[in-house]
């Protein structure tokens, strides 16, 4: 008999109205040895910052001494928990996900934590990133008889957690760890120990810290989400690092060498929150640079700098410090967007953005406006930016962009158009400011890049398809 087969598609086609790369997911976690006053709405609060990371479904898993309670649903993190209910959970730990599907479908049983039983106890895990070798490994499971529940690669993690629980719980994990491959950020609850793991390369981002004046460790895929608890920055958690947290304390082993890293740089660019610190490095203060580098790059005479809101807006702020061009906002963002819109069509895509974006007619009026954004993709959007900025009254347009050319997928973890989408990868800088129709357009260059970065430790794959792992499924 024929059976179909699940795939895991490394990136989908995007049919979201953002002309954007799309953010990959988010996870959060708390642990105390003694009950945590309003752990869930703490876990709660934790998902609601990181609600940029993914807003297609959201997850909680509350341990109770080793006995865990998961509460997941569709939609954003307001929409799916009742604050009035959580606030009367009782638990000394908590995991928590926001979900953008870049792998199996958008429904209720792939929204995480995930949840097996297994002889090491109770397992509920969350997952940021794409693993690249999760359909060979969901095979060999499918034909040693393991059964899937869901269409996501995280539930792979989940199986070989469980086929390996006799090997006693550091071990099973290591070696999980070591047989899975692409970026996985992981936290998961097992028994009564809050686990977090970073893949060997850091793809992904991990963070941790500690509430002020308690006991309470807290993970986070980004630092904002710390702030919101009250927690203060520890550390982030090393590529090829596994944390086991339980009564016994905070304990932290290698279960990978790490020969180097290659964390994602469009967190920076784009993902992350500006308020947020990533591996040290303040993410504000990455794309400021960008901004001051552009004007560098290739100055022109204007009369005012505008952002298009929200990411392109400290680049474009720090261009105008180091230009001295007044920085102004020239664009106005609604913020009751949806983002479950499904607009196939190109045509629909570039009229929508009229939705979103308003230019500020008094600011553009009569002037050359220097506009700045954090990426170009598939075009449509600044073409039609473009086009309203110049119905407003700009005399002149010159564009420029805070990352270097989108020219290639990703394939861990953030759903970027396919590659005949991406504009860069078809056309160069002059054609391309031809296209969106500007007065001029520059990209911020790789070697820039590498320099506000501070080195060459950053994954750059879809800027130059040179991929830190070279063994991924292509399917
Ligand atoms: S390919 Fe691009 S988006 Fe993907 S991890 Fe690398 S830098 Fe990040």
Redesign the pocket.
Known sequence: MQTDKIKFYPTKPSTELSDK?EEECGVFALYDSKPIDNVAYLAYCGLFSLQHRGQESAGITIANHGHLDTFKGMGLVSEVFNTDELVHKIGNAAIGHVRYSTTGSSNLANAQPLFAQSVMGAIALAHNGNLINANRLRNELELDGAIFQTSSDSEVILNLLAKRARLGLQQAISDTCNTIRG?FALVMLIGNKLIAVRDPLG?RPLCLGKIRGSETHVLASESCALDIVGADLIRSIEPGEMLIIDETGLNSYRYAKNTHR?S????YIYFSRPDSILDGLDVYHVRESAGRCLFHQKPVEADVVIGVPDSGVVAAIGYSEESKIPYSMGLVRSKYMGRSFILPDQKLREQAVKLKLNPMRHVVAGKRVILVDDSLVRGTTAKKLIQLLREAGAKEVHFRLASPMVK???????D?SSKEELIASKLSVDEICKVINADSLDFLSLDNQRKILGGDQ??????TAN??LDDIERV
Not at 264 to 267: G, T
Not at 408 to 414: A, D, N, Y
Request: glycine fraction near 8%; charge should be negative.
């Open positions: 790369m970026a793809i290659a994602c740089s469009f967190e290639s997928e990703c394939f861990f973890g953030v970027i950053y994954c750059d794959g879809c800027f991929y830190p």
